[in-house]
């Protein structure tokens, strides 16, 4: 019997910077172990009836589809999410973590109930979210800053620069805001950038220098280094991006891919 198809879908969320995903996973058998690759993002991820956060990951993250269920989640945009957690983002570092071990046992067992009871688990989701964002207000605006001007392809130095930070300032304010430091932080956002534009229809070569890389060979370093894999295994029919895998829809949306059919990146499911 083949294995089962899951279903992915996501949309923009009302929370600033964010997206609301789905992911249906119907029973039946699992397919293969698929890798999530970093985004600089984290995830907010109701499934059964757990509430989990996926921290930045700086490496390809495995899923293992035995553990795999249905789910609803927010993706916070970089540096958004440690405000709202109240948890800076280096002490999630390519984790997944039960919020009941960052907040009161109590407080996530009401939330995650009440998330479970909704007609749509994914719109109440975003509800708690937003509520949560009025409570304890905006991210630091210095470090989002920091995050659009990397995601536009600036360098470290300019960048720091740009927001008036020293290097070493802008290094411990971002492994709060983003789980690492800006130099990584630039690495992901450039590897998204490109698979985004892949998508769209460059070549390669063309991707590859048009996201900020020297040429494809340095490309493909990247891919190797934080994807674990090869660009024509990423992109192969047997490899085609599955749910958690492709670029964040605000890097596919800026590089002109199809938003019929978007390609997820960050955690989308749990371990």
């Known amino acids: 019997m083949p294995p089962t198809r899951q279903r992915y879908r996501e949309r923009p969320s009302r929370l600033d910077g964010s997206v609301v995903w789905t992911l249906d996973v119907p029973p039946g058998p699992r397919p293969e172990a698929r890798s999530v690759l970093p985004d600089g993002c984290m995830d907010l991820i109701w499934t059964a009836g757990r ?35 109240g948890v800076p983002a280096h002490e999630l570092r390519d984790r997944r973590v039960d919020l009941a071990e960052l907040w009161p046992r109590t407080t996530v067992a009401a939330v995650a109930g009440r998330i479970g009871r909704a007609a749509d688990p994914a719109a109440a989701l975003e509800d708690f979210a937003l509520a949560r964002s009025a409570e304890t207000g905006p991210p630091d ?5 920091v995050a659009d001007r990397l995601r536009r392809g600036s360098s470290v130095a300019d960048t720091a620069a740009e927001v008036g930070l020293g290097a070493r300032q802008l290094h411990r304010r971002s492994l709060a805001a983003f ?14 950038r490109a698979l985004a534009l892949v998508r769209a229809g460059l070549s390669y070569a063309d991707a590859a220098c048009a996201a900020g890389c020297a040429d494809q060979a340095h490309l493909a370093r990247e891919m190797r280094a934080l994807a674990g894999t090869t660009l024509g295994a990423y992109f192969t029919p047997d490899e085609a991006p599955a749910p958690g895998e492709g670029a964040s829809a605000e890097a596919a949306g800026e590089a002109g891919a199809n938003s019929d059919t978007p390609q997820p990146s960050g955690s989308s499911t749990t371990a």
């Open 51 to 85: 509430l989990v956060v996926a921290g930045p990951d700086t490496h390809a993250f495995r899923v293992d589809p035995r553990t795999s269920d249905s789910c609803a989640a927010v993706r916070f945009g970089p540096g958004t999410a440690p405000v709202l957690l």
């Open 141 to 145: 605006l210095l470090t989002t800053a």
């Open 179 to 192: 789980g690492y430091g800006p130099k990584t932080l630039a690495r992901v956002l450039r590897l998204q």
